[in-house]
Each structure stands twice: as structure tokens, then as C-alpha cells.
């Protein structure tokens, strides 16, 4: 894995739907703050995830009922987002790592929430076999 990088005063914006190879993300790019929009589902291993990430920021997280269809959703998810993103100065959007309509949710969200400040978009692909990314430890 190439080297950390650290975005001061930020927040990272993720979708997981895979949550155990997303949180190559969290290792990856490292924010202040972090806010996942997820399922029940994959929020289980979230507690784990940022262990093993070593992320001791703050994490919110949006859970989101229909992972697939629930575009109707979007409008609470942006309401939601809108209270954690309050006062940064930055904001860290990973594109990957959620179904498609996740995916689309953290775009919008990024892109109604971003009050002119400073987006940096990022793919955190994790290119390890998929079984060293089911085991999470690296």
C-alpha cells in the first residue's frame, strides 16, 4: 500500500458496501472526521474496520435501508451529512467502495455540501487478492 496521506482540518466521505476491503480507504486517506454511508448490515464491522485502520477520529455514519434502490433516500442522507460537515475546511470524497446507488449518494452529498470548500476526489482501490482483503489485517 503506497503511503498515508493526511488531510488536515477534513472530512473523508465513503460508501461501504464490501466494508471489509473499504477500509483500505480509512487507512489510506487519513481525515479528521469521517462520515460512512452503509447499511446495518456493514455497519457491524465498522468498529473493527477503524481499528484496524488505526483511525481514532470521529466517525458518523448514514445508514441507508435500500442499497440498491433507494434513491428516495437521498434527500435524508443529505440532510444528515449536512449536520457532520458543518465548520471544515475540507472534504475527502472516496468514489469507490459502495453499490451504485451508494456511490451516487457520496457524490451528491459531496457535491450539495460542498460550500466552496476544497473536495479532493479519490479512488481507494485496494489491489490485494480478495482473501487478504476478507481478513482485513494487512
Avoid at 65 to 87: H, P, R, Y
Wanted: net charge positive; proline share 1%; aromatic share 10%.
Amino acid at each position: 500500500m503506497s503511503k498515508k496521506k493526511c488531510f488536515k482540518d477534513s472530512y473523508t466521505i465513503t460508501s461501504w458496501y464490501n466494508a471489509r476491503s473499504a477500509f483500505y480507504c480509512v487507512k489510506k486517506y487519513s481525515a479528521e472526521k469521517l462520515v460512512v454511508i452503509t447499511s446495518r448490515e456493514c455497519e457491524k464491522l465498522l468498529d473493527e474496520i477503524k481499528e484496524e485502520a488505526n483511525f481514532r477520529g470521529e466517525c458518523e455514519k448514514i445508514l441507508i435501508n435500500d442499497l440498491f434502490e433507494g434513491i428516495d433516500e437521498l434527500k435524508s442522507a443529505i440532510d444528515k451529512a449536512k449536520e457532520f460537515l458543518k465548520g471544515f475546511g475540507s472534504i475527502v470524497v472516496n468514489l469507490t467502495g459502495g453499490t451504485t446507488l451508494l456511490g451516487y449518494i457520496v457524490k451528491e452529498v459531496s457535491h450539495k455540501l460542498n460550500f466552496g470548500r476544497k473536495i479532493s476526489y479519490v479512488m481507494a482501490t485496494d489491489k490485494r487478492p480478495i482473501d487478504e482483503q476478507k481478513k482485513i489485517r494487512m
